[in-house]
C-alpha cells in the first residue's frame, strides 16, 4: 500500500498521503485450525484470533498472596502454569496476541462500589481489596503492587498486552473490547482463574458482544468446589462458547 500508515496496529490502518486517504485495510491470509470440542470439531482463524489470560496473579496462585493468606488452597489456582507455559511460546511464535487480563484496582479505590468491596470483605474488618497484605505489605490487588502482577512463572513478553480490570468481567469499565476490535480480533482463547468467576464473567460479555469463545481447559482452574468447574464446563459448550484442549492447540502450532 502507498502512503504512512496510520493506525495502531497493522491489521486496522489507513495509509494516507495529501491527497488519499486509503481506509482499505491489508488483507490476512488465514490460518485455520481444527479443534477438537465434545464431540464435535470445531474450525476457526488463528489469524483473527487472540489468547486472554485471566488473573494469573500472585494474589490468586502465590502462597504468599492475598488468598492464601485467607486460608484458600492456592494450588488449584497454579495447575494452568504448566500448559501456559507450553503454549505462550507457540502462540507468540505465530503472533497471536497474549492479553493479560488482571485485577488492578486504583489505590484510592474510587472506581469501586460498597457492593463490590462488600464481597472481598463482608464484615468490614477484614484484609479486602487494597488492604496490606502482612507478610508482603504489598496492597491487596492494587494496580503496580506485587500483589496484582502476573506470577513469575508466566512474566509476560514485552509484546504482550496487559490490561487491567475491576469487575469480575473484563470488559466491564475497560479497554478491552476497543483492544480486541483494533487487533481485528474475531475469536477470543480463554485461560486463567477462577474459570467459574471471572473467566466466565469475561466469557459471557464476549459471547454477548458477538466473540466467538473458546475456553482452554487444561489452562483454567478454579479455587472454588468442583461442581463449580463441571457447572462451568457445561454452561460454556452449552450456552457461551466451546471448551477445547490446550494440548491439541498446541500440538497443532
Avoid at 458482544?209 to 457445561?234: F, K, Q, V
Amino acid at each position: 500500500m502507498n502512503g504512512n500508515a496510520l493506525g495502531s496496529t497493522p491489521k486496522n490502518a489507513w495509509h494516507v498521503t495529501p491527497t488519499l486517504v486509503d481506509m482499505i485495510r491489508a488483507p490476512l491470509v488465514s490460518h485455520p485450525v481444527t479443534l477438537s470440542s465434545r464431540g464435535r470439531q470445531v474450525r476457526f482463524d488463528l489469524q483473527r484470533s487472540a489468547l486472554v489470560v485471566v488473573d494469573m496473579q500472585n494474589d490468586f496462585c502465590h502462597a504468599e498472596g492475598w488468598l492464601a493468606h485467607i486460608g484458600v488452597d492456592v494450588m488449584p489456582a497454579r495447575a494452568p502454569i504448566a500448559p501456559l507455559q507450553q503454549l505462550l511460546p507457540k502462540l507468540r511464535a505465530e503472533d497471536i496476541p497474549i492479553i493479560w487480563l488482571n485485577w488492578g484496582n486504583r489505590p484510592d479505590k474510587l472506581n469501586l462500589s460498597p457492593a463490590l468491596l462488600h464481597v472481598y470483605n463482608p464484615h468490614g474488618d477484614d484484609i479486602g481489596l487494597g488492604g496490606a497484605l502482612p507478610i508482603s505489605g504489598a496492597p491487596v490487588l492494587q494496580a503496580g503492587s506485587w500483589s496484582a502482577a502476573v506470577v513469575d512463572e508466566l512474566t509476560p513478553a514485552p509484546q504482550d498486552i496487559c490490561i487491567d480490570k475491576y469487575r469480575m468481567s473484563g470488559f466491564q469499565d475497560t479497554v478491552l473490547d476497543s483492544v480486541l476490535r483494533n487487533l481485528g480480533i474475531s475469536t477470543i482463547l480463554f485461560a486463567g482463574v477462577n474459570i467459574d468467576q471471572c473467566v466466565l464473567c469475561t466469557l459471557q460479555e464476549a459471547n454477548f458482544r458477538g466473540y466467538d469463545c473458546l475456553l482452554l481447559e487444561e489452562c483454567s482452574a478454579t479455587t472454588s468446589p468442583s461442581y463449580c468447574l463441571d457447572a462451568t464446563l457445561y454452561n460454556v459448550q452449552q450456552c457461551f462458547g466451546f471448551v477445547v484442549s490446550s494440548v491439541e492447540l498446541s500440538h497443532k502450532l
